[in-house]
């Protein structure tokens, strides 16, 4: 329906099983308490929001066509959002009361970043200078606020979005270049002026590792907070318990991952018959996807291969952009179902809310970008004579998947 098939996403580098799904349901229990009053006949109801989901896939397992650009090589992406921190509080927005309080705040603080081949950046905020310096030492960057500073106001995050960008391809080192390893990207941030005339709401960095692969997924980028040894300039350190702004480390970088029918139903098999994940997984506080004990996925005892996530694609017109002409398939836009929970507002869990592309990377601690849980029942068949295999897959959504 959508051009994208349906995607089990395994942990560890979230490669991907695509599916040929012929049908899928979606079925919910509601648990709501009856109470009949005798007489009157009436009914009274007493709703907790306590909610049974399963969703049950009913697919074709065919080999890849190794062509396909979601099977080729790719490249991993993070970001850092200057509008907002983890936790939801303003982080630059111009306003009073937000995290970063002054520009000093913010001097001695850094950003650390990996590429592919390894290679780590540093990008370090100094109060004290006018220009950025990329040359003098072209691994250490600094990125100048000294203007910004001495005009004083609230910061912004646009404002610092824009100069970290500038210092970051200001380096001019034909080996270490920064933008030799990474591309960047700007854009509106989830906080900032609902209408904005100067770039206001452009906080957001977005940041692509140029070699495709595995390589490219690690923990940074890493905020650190100002420190005596970070400092660059002459000005006073910053605030040493500065938080981090919103920030994605790198994911989404993959080998080829073309696979046979049989390729698949085998990893599939793995993954249900056997397949430890000794850890936790999910959003509660953000856990993510992580191990009990931390050396189990070093000895090897906690899978890589689990599927913890379904990216169940359809076809929107919410999120479309309609052709000229009125052509609805020429507007449609793929997205990815979404289950979410908890205490968020209605305008956040429909499909105006749904505005990420369905080819996004399934990240265990957000929701939109696919649904977290496991498979708890597959079967498979096979005909002899086809190249094809068959399988109806039960997979539960879960908010929190605790594995021992």
Known sequence: ???????????????????????????????????????????????????????KLVCIVRDDDCSAADLVAQQATSYIDF????????????????????WSDINGARFEFRATDGTIYTATFDTSATNHDGTTDPLNIVVGLKTLSDAGGNPKGADLATRLKGALEH?????????EK???????GQKGPVISLTNEKQTKLTFTQLTAGL???NDTPVFVAPTSENKVGSNNLGDTTL?????????????????????????????VVNSNFAGLSGTFKDVGDTPIIPNFDAEGYSHKDYVLGLQLPYNSLTQATLGAVGDLNQGYEPRNFMVMTG?????????????????????????????????????ISYIAGDTTYAADITFQPLDILVGI
């Open 1 to 55: 329906m959508s051009g994208i098939p349906v995607r089990l996403v395994e942990r560890g580098e979230g490669r991907l099983i695509s599916l040929d799904c012929l049908e899928h349901h979606i079925t919910t229990q509601r648990k709501v308490s009856v109470m009949r009053m005798p007489v009157a006949g009436q009914r009274y109801g007493l709703d907790t929001n306590m909610v049974n989901l399963v969703i």
């Open 83 to 102: 509008s907002t921190s983890s936790k939801g509080a303003n982080y630059a927005v111009g306003a009073g009361g937000q995290l970063l309080g002054a």
């Open 171 to 179: 380096n001019t080192s034909a080996a270490n270049r920064f933008t």
């Open 182 to 188: 990474f591309s960047i990207a700007v854009s509106d």
């Open 215 to 217: 390589a490219g997924n």
């Open 243 to 271: 938080e981090s702004p919103l920030l994605r480390t790198f994911i989404g970088g993959i080998e080829n991952n073309c696979r046979s029918a049989g390729d698949k139903v085998q990893d599939l098999l793995a993954n």
């Open 343 to 379: 205490l968020v507002k209605s305008d956040q869990q429909g499909s105006a809310a749904n505005d990420l592309p369905a080819s996004t990377p399934f990240v265990p601690t957000d929701k939109y970008t696919g649904i977290h849980g496991c498979i708890t029942e597959c079967t």
